[in-house]
């Protein structure tokens, strides 16, 4: 299993323009979330997504876009790139426990995100 | 809303015991995990506490207090490799969201 895999791992863009993040899971998780992580601020939550076809905002959702539209695949789109986005994307999936609870979230290796 | 503290960062030797610890205040409380992340590296999961007390795991142990809002981490015979930011993260209610503190940065020295 490759786990979960993240797509590209280092991208410079200039102010304005556009992309789209992938993050990939080969674990049947019904999970999955976006964070951004910036030096002294820990992990903060962009967007997630508790099954097929749903998204929910998170903490900071404003200037993102989100599509799940198979369970495995989780896209982050940044549709007007902004200085204030520079940061490292880590996306993570986990299971559902059923009961409230939830399994352990599993980490992708990261983007690395600068906009000049 | 949720509000998460643990300190920015400790210092301890190679060999000793350390104590990360975490408090948090929350509307709606599931349980508490602690993440390990290497600079440059993804968090991997330490530790769930679900219940009050202490789950011990190998070198690592965590506590859980539900009615102090209060965790830590124990990490027992310190190897440099231990050498990573630490990371809290409380569970809503519904199970579906974690809320991370900044992150505890141990550094160990020899």
């Known amino acids: 299993n490759a786990g979960v895999t993240q797509t590209p791992k280092f991208r410079v863009l200039k102010t304005g323009q556009s992309m789209t993040l992938l993050c990939a899971q080969d674990?049947?998780?019904?999970?999955m979330y976006w964070y951004r992580q910036d030096p002294g601020m820990g992990l903060r939550l962009i967007h997630y997504?508790?099954?097929?076809?749903?998204?929910a905002k998170g903490e900071v959702p404003d200037g993102y876009n989100v599509s799940r539209l198979k369970k495995q695949n989780f896209l982050l789109g940044l549709e007007s790139a902004a200085p204030s986005q520079t940061s490292v994307y880590f996306c993570?999936?986990?299971?559902?426990?059923?009961?409230?609870?939830?399994?352990?979230?599993?980490f992708g290796p990261g983007t690395r995100l600068l906009v000049l | 809303g949720q509000n998460i503290d643990q300190p920015t960062e400790m210092t301890a030797t190679e060999g000793a015991i350390v104590q990360i610890n975490c408090t948090y205040q929350?509307?709606?409380?599931?349980?508490l995990f602690w993440y390990q992340q290497h600079a440059g590296e993804a968090p991997t999961f330490l530790s769930y506490n679900v219940l009050d007390g202490l789950e011990e795991k190998g070198r690592f142990s965590s506590f859980l207090s539900r009615s102090k809002g209060y965790s830590y981490l124990l990490l027992k015979e310190l190897q440099m490799k231990d050498s990573a930011s630490y990371l809290c993260a409380a569970l809503n209610n519904a199970g579906n969201m974690l809320t991370f503190g900044g992150g505890t940065r141990l550094m160990v020295k020899p």
């Open positions: 997504s508790v099954g097929e076809g749903t998204t």
């Open positions: 929350t509307s709606g409380f599931n349980g």
């Open positions: 993570a999936s986990s299971y559902f426990s059923g009961q409230g609870g939830q399994e352990t979230q599993y």
């Open positions: 674990m049947n998780h019904e999970y």
